[in-house]
C-alpha cells in the first residue's frame, strides 16, 4: 500500500491527483483486501461515520441543491482516510 500527499501548489492540481489517486486505488488487484483492513482501524471507521452524518445533514438541510453539493464536496477528503 502506498501513501499519497500533496504539495498545495494550486488547488486544481490537487484536485487532478486527488482523482487520479482514487482511481488507481479503486482498481487496485487487491482493492477489497485493502478495504477490509480498513475497515478494521478506528479511523477510517470514524471517517465513514462522519460522512454518513454529513450526508444526512446535507439531506435535512433547506439549502439548494448546488450548496449542499459544494460544502458536500469540502469532505470529500475524509473517503482518503478510509481508503488509505
Known amino acids: 500500500m502506498a501513501f499519497v500527499f ?6 486544481s492540481l490537487m484536485n487532478l491527483f486527488l482523482y487520479l489517486a482514487l482511481i488507481l486505488i479503486v482498481f487496485n488487484k487487491n482493492f477489497i483486501k485493502n478495504l477490509e483492513v480498513s475497515w478494521k482501524n478506528y479511523a477510517s471507521r470514524y471517517s465513514v461515520l462522519f460522512l ?3 450526508v444526512v445533514g446535507s439531506l435535512w ?3 439548494d441543491y448546488g450548496d449542499i453539493l459544494e ?3 469540502t ?3 475524509f ?3 478510509f481508503l488509505l
Open 6 to 11: 500533496f504539495i498545495p501548489i494550486s488547488t
Open 61 to 63: 438541510s433547506i439549502a
Open 52 to 54: 454518513l452524518l454529513v
Open 75 to 77: 469532505y470529500k477528503k
Open 71 to 73: 460544502g458536500f464536496l
Open 79 to 81: 473517503v482518503f482516510v
